[in-house]
């Protein structure tokens, strides 16, 4: 079959023209062209604000100005001049609002009041800030803390999200369910393990010196499009970019850079990889398995790194050694060519750095398989040295910092030992809820309240049927969010929907003082962040002085004074300077063009494991991956749900997936082309996709796709009613939403 069979191979790369073309169309019909434009100038910029995009480091010169596509739409979005009124609400009961898209909710534009749901009319009613407050704070106090699950997003600042945590120990629990539980949680613990911290250890300098950068598991085009000028940059001056990713995503084949006139001018695009192999899903640990196999058995090891910097190496050797390749081929769904192929790419290499995001992280086996890519990396000294190194991509623009910064649900002892030094008070330290287990005491009915900052959680957490059930059971709801989505039409008892800036917007206090927040980047940057929009409402308050009204009216003023840390986000950060030694000097530093570097000892091979060294581990292949188990079953499928181009998470700009060829629709299934022949279907036939447990998702077309055989994709959040909330990764707890077992029958 020749490649033209597939869909989405005709146009030649990402980038370019088609992403300017977006971005117009982005930014006029938002409605705030101008606003667009000039937020766009002043993104990613020392005196600017931190685009609410991505997670990717800025680089050092910061001077031309560096946005992208997808960076653009996340601006426009915010910068909207549409607004969500008291009117709309009134003129929408809350239920009839349950069944509207993703996308018409949030396209009705930014929230303006603050908002308590009114059971007797089922509306929204606007309220006045004094009066959330008290409603709140009442709420909260008439329940057990630990009935409380108070959840955040990865947008919010360092200094929100550290109030935000202060407040709820302070409140007496350690319930903590958030966004990265369902992203990276993966990483975090792998490398802990491994390295002795949670995080990646390279830095954006680094790209510029890797002879090989592995890219596992990850969609940049759409989702890190500033990541592909680093990867372009890096295959021009003669680097290899090693891709494994089960589908051909365009942006990681080539890549016109918008930034680059010569380049926009001769419409040509240069490549963003070298090499691609095509893994089956769940299928990366069998390869990086392999490919250390191969490594192993020629022996160009870094003996050195591995006596002196290891420990564990022997015992993982006899594990390898002991896979065979049959298994390894079978699961990975690569060849003992290709992945030696692979692997000497890695020999002759002198510095590498490999990458990954969530098609390694939300598996089953992702804390094993990261394991893996660990074990790979020590092998040759690939860590802690220039231009090599381990690179989780982080999802959301602050998830990163909001963990660094206290939100957790078991946070180490050092960290609740230095708060309890900073408030003068005892903390609570049972470990307290992450998502899935927060999900499930709102199944189970023993939670009583939710509040959120920032997000969407019924929809972006599995079983969103489910949890649409359980959500308006609960006494209380709170939303902290910018515009509308569908968590917010699930109030429970006592529900309120509290419109916060964003991080576009200029935020003055009291004194008329401009506030700045801070974020910390993929590559441990912590950077100043300051809006530069009009707020889009006078009613709007920042995130951090929603916080602070709330922890008022709920643990009162005796050890913190709220409103004066509120109204001077300076004395938030002396606090976090003093609770956590590694923001020395924070007010001054974050001040710097591009702001600090939070030091990572794994960086400098400082090695803070239970063993003092960088811990080989010695998993074994999963028993069976998903895709084994499928094909034991007549018509079984594993899919993976992942975003399209035309969306931040479950916020949905719009129902194209330019890279992929599709348009004007989000109920797609991307399929082998043979498959659809063997199961007799026909490009565009509808069916329903069946999940395990009696979980449908009705009328999806199939799509063909350069996917591997067994193998099919669908974006989320529509499908999220097929994951299940009781299947999940080892260790990490993360919903496997990228191994989901399923079956078609035609649509009903
Ligand atoms: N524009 C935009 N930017 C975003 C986001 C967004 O929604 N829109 N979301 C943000 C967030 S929170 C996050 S976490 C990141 C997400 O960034 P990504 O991790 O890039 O997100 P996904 O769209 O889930 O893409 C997963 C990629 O992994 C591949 N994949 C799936 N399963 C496997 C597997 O088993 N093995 C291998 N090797 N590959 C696999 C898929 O084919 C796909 O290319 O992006 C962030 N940035
Ligand atoms: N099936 C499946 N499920 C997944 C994933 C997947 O790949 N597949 N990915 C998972 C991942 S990686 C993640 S990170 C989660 C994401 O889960 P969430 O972080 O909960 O979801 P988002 O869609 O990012 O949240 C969007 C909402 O945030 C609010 N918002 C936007 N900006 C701001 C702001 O500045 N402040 C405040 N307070 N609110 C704001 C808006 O109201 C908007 O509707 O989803 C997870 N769920
Ligand atoms: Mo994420």
Same mark, same amino acid.
């Given at each position: @079959?020749?490649?033209?069979?597939?869909?989405?191979?005709?146009?030649?790369?990402?980038?370019?023209?088609?992403?300017?073309?977006?971005?117009?169309? /982005?930014?006029?019909?938002?409605?705030?062209?101008?606003?667009?434009?000039?937020?766009?100038?002043?993104?990613?910029?020392?005196?600017?604000?931190?685009?609410?995009?991505?997670?990717?480091?800025?680089?050092?010169?910061?001077?031309?100005?560096?946005?992208?596509?997808?960076?653009?739409?996340?601006?426009? !979005?915010?910068?909207?001049?549409?607004?969500?009124?008291?009117?709309?609400?009134?003129?929408?009961?809350?239920?009839?609002?349950?069944? !509207?898209?993703?996308?018409?909710?949030?396209?009705?534009?930014?929230?303006?009041?603050?908002?308590?749901?009114?059971?007797?009319?089922?509306?929204?009613?606007?309220?006045? !800030?004094?009066?959330?407050?008290?409603?709140?704070?009442?709420?909260?106090?008439? %329940?057990?803390?630990?009935?409380?699950?108070? +959840?955040?997003?990865?947008?919010?600042?360092?200094?929100?999200?550290?109030?935000?945590?202060?407040?709820?120990?302070?409140?007496?629990?350690?319930?903590?369910?958030?966004? *990265?539980?369902?992203?990276?949680?993966?990483?975090?613990?792998?490398?802990?393990?491994?390295?002795?911290?949670?995080?990646?250890?390279?830095?954006?300098?680094?790209? $510029?010196?890797?002879?090989?950068?592995? =890219?596992?598991?990850?969609?940049?085009?759409?989702?890190?499009?500033?990541?592909?000028?680093?990867?372009?940059?890096?295959?021009?001056?003669?680097?290899?970019?090693?891709?494994?990713?089960?589908?051909?995503?365009?942006?990681?084949?080539?890549?016109?850079?918008?930034?680059?006139?010569?380049? @926009? @001018?001769?419409?040509?695009?240069?490549?963003?990889?070298?090499?691609?192999? /095509?893994?089956?899903?769940?299928?990366? @640990?069998?390869?990086?398995?392999?490919?250390?196999?191969?490594?192993?058995?020629?022996?160009?090891?870094?003996?050195?790194?591995?006596?002196?910097?290891?420990?564990?190496?022997?015992? !993982?050797?006899?594990?390898?050694?002991?896979?065979?390749?049959?298994?390894?081929?079978? /699961?990975?769904?690569? *060849?003992?060519? $290709?992945?030696?192929?692979?692997?000497?790419?890695?020999?002759?290499?002198?510095?590498?750095?490999?990458?990954?995001?969530?098609?390694?992280?939300?598996?089953?086996?992702?804390?094993?398989?990261?394991?893996?890519?660990?074990?790979?990396?020590?092998?040759?000294?690939?860590?802690?040295?220039?231009?090599?190194?381990?690179?989780?991509?982080?999802?959301?623009?602050?998830?990163?910092?909001?963990?660094?910064?206290? %939100?957790?649900?078991?946070?180490?002892?050092?960290?609740?030992?230095?708060?309890?030094?900073?408030?003068?008070?005892?903390?609570?330290?049972?470990?307290?809820?992450?998502? #899935?287990?927060?999900?499930?005491?709102?199944?189970?009915?023993?939670?009583?309240?939710?509040?959120?900052?920032?997000?969407?959680?019924?929809?972006?957490?599995?079983?969103?049927?489910?949890?649409?059930?359980?959500?308006?059971?609960?006494?209380?709801?709170?939303?902290?969010?910018?515009?509308?989505?569908?968590?917010?039409?699930?109030?429970?008892? *006592?529900?309120?929907?509290?419109?916060?800036?964003?991080?576009?917007? &200029?935020?003055?206090?009291?004194?008329?003082?401009?506030?700045?927040?801070?974020?910390?980047?993929?590559?441990?940057?912590?950077?100043?962040?300051?809006? &530069?929009?009009?707020?889009?409402?006078?009613?709007?308050?920042?995130?951090?002085?929603?916080?602070?009204?709330?922890?008022?009216?709920?643990?009162?003023?005796?050890?913190?004074?709220?409103?004066?840390?509120?109204?001077?986000?300076?004395?938030?950060?002396?606090? %976090?300077?003093?609770?956590?030694?590694?923001?020395?000097?924070?007010?001054?530093?974050?001040?710097?063009?591009?702001?600090?570097?939070?030091?990572?000892?794994?960086?400098?091979?400082?090695?803070?494991?239970?063993?003092?060294?960088?811990?080989?581990?010695?998993?074994? #292949?999963?028993?069976?991956?998903?895709?084994? $188990?499928?094909?034991?079953?007549?018509?079984?499928?594993?899919?993976?749900?992942?975003?399209?181009?035309?969306? +931040?998470?479950?916020?949905?700009?719009?129902?194209?997936?330019?890279?992929?060829?599709?348009?004007? $629709?989000?109920?797609?299934?991307?399929?082998?082309?043979?498959?659809?022949?063997?199961?007799?279907?026909?490009?565009?036939?509808?069916?329903?996709?069946?999940?395990?447990?009696?979980?449908?998702?009705?009328?999806?077309? #199939?799509?063909?796709?350069?996917?591997?055989?067994?193998? =099919?994709?669908?974006? +989320?959040?529509?499908?999220?009613? #097929?994951?299940?909330?009781?299947?999940?990764?080892?260790?990490?707890?993360?919903?496997?939403?990228?191994?989901?077992?399923?079956?078609?029958?035609?649509?009903?």
């Amino acid at each position: @079959m020749a490649k033209d069979d597939f869909i989405g191979a005709t146009s030649k790369a990402a980038g370019g023209w088609g992403a300017l073309k977006s971005c117009g169309k /982005q930014l006029l019909g938002s409605g705030a062209p101008l606003a667009g434009m000039k937020a766009m100038l002043q993104a990613n910029q020392p005196d600017g604000f931190d685009c609410p995009g991505c997670a990717w480091g800025d680089p050092e010169h910061g001077s031309s100005f560096e946005f992208c596509e997808n960076g653009v739409k996340a601006v426009a !979005w915010e910068a909207t001049k549409r607004r969500a009124t008291p009117e709309f609400f009134a003129a929408h009961a809350v239920s009839a609002l349950r069944g !509207w898209s993703d996308h018409d909710l949030e396209q009705q534009g930014r929230l303006t009041h603050p908002m308590r749901h009114d059971p007797a009319t089922d509306t929204y009613v606007p309220v006045t !800030w004094d009066e959330a407050f008290a409603g709140i704070g009442a709420a909260l106090r008439a %329940i057990p803390p630990d009935t409380a699950e108070f +959840y955040t997003s990865g947008r919010a600042s360092n200094e929100a999200a550290f109030l935000y945590q202060t407040f709820v120990r302070l409140y007496g629990t350690n319930n903590f369910p958030d966004c *990265s539980n369902m992203c990276h949680e993966a990483s975090g613990v792998a490398l802990t393990d491994a390295i002795g911290i949670g995080k990646g250890t390279v830095r954006l300098e680094d790209f $510029e010196l890797a002879d090989a950068i592995f =890219v596992i598991g990850q969609n940049p085009g759409t989702n890190h499009p500033r990541m592909l000028a680093d990867l372009r940059r890096a295959a021009a001056r003669g680097a290899r970019i090693v891709v494994f990713n089960p589908l051909k995503e365009k942006g990681l084949q080539r890549f016109a850079d918008p930034q680059n006139k010569l380049e @926009m @001018m001769r419409g040509g695009s240069e490549p963003t990889s070298t090499d691609y192999f /095509q893994p089956r899903l769940g299928g990366d @640990m069998a390869a990086v398995r392999g490919m250390a196999k191969v490594v192993l058995a020629e022996g160009t090891l870094d003996r050195a790194f591995i006596e002196a910097e290891c420990h564990g190496f022997d015992d !993982w050797r006899a594990v390898v050694e002991a896979t065979g390749w049959p298994e390894i081929e079978d /699961q990975s769904g690569l *060849s003992r060519a $290709e992945i030696e192929r692979a692997a000497r790419i890695y020999m002759n290499a002198e510095r590498v750095i490999c990458t990954w995001a969530m098609g390694v992280t939300q598996h089953r086996h992702s804390v094993a398989t990261i394991r893996e890519i660990a074990n790979f990396m020590f092998l040759r000294g690939n860590i802690g040295r220039p231009g090599a190194g381990l690179c989780p991509v982080r999802g959301h623009s602050n998830v990163q910092g909001d963990r660094t910064v206290g %939100i957790n649900e078991k946070a180490p002892e050092a960290f609740i030992a230095a708060m309890e030094a900073e408030l003068g008070v005892t903390l609570p330290r049972r470990p307290g809820h992450n998502v #899935l287990a927060a999900m499930g005491a709102m199944l189970d009915g023993s939670a009583k309240a939710f509040v959120g900052l920032g997000g969407n959680f019924a929809r972006a957490t599995p079983d969103s049927a489910l949890l649409a059930e359980a959500m308006p059971r609960l006494d209380l709801t709170v939303h902290v969010a910018t515009k509308l989505n569908h968590s917010h039409l699930l109030p429970g008892r *006592s529900g309120w929907l509290l419109p916060c800036l964003g991080r576009t917007e &200029i935020d003055r206090n009291a004194a008329g003082i401009r506030q700045i927040v801070t974020v910390e980047d993929s590559m441990s940057m912590v950077h100043g962040s300051g809006g &530069i929009n009009l707020p889009a409402s006078e009613h709007l308050k920042s995130e951090i002085a929603i916080v602070a009204g709330i922890a008022e009216a709920t643990v009162g003023t005796g050890v913190l004074d709220w409103a004066a840390l509120a109204e001077d986000h300076d004395e938030i950060r002396a606090m %976090i300077a003093r609770v956590l030694p590694s923001f020395d000097d924070y007010n001054t530093r974050v001040r710097q063009p591009r702001g600090f570097w939070l030091r990572n000892p794994a960086s400098e091979r400082e090695w803070r494991t239970p063993t003092g060294r960088a811990n080989f581990g010695a998993d074994p #292949l999963p028993h069976r991956t998903e895709w084994q $188990e499928a094909q034991a079953g007549q018509g079984a499928f594993v899919l993976q749900t992942f975003r399209s181009h035309d969306q +931040y998470n479950t916020t949905i700009y719009g129902m194209d997936d330019r890279y992929r060829g599709v348009y004007g $629709e989000r109920r797609v299934v991307f399929m082998h082309p043979e498959d659809l022949r063997a199961m007799g279907r026909a490009a565009g036939d509808r069916v329903d996709v069946l999940g395990t447990g009696g979980r449908v998702a009705e009328g999806f077309r #199939l799509v063909p796709y350069d996917i591997p055989r067994g193998c =099919v994709a669908g974006y +989320y959040p529509e499908l999220n009613v #097929l994951v299940p909330h009781d299947a999940f990764g080892d260790r990490s707890h993360t919903p496997v939403s990228k191994s989901i077992p399923v079956r078609f029958r035609p649509a009903s």
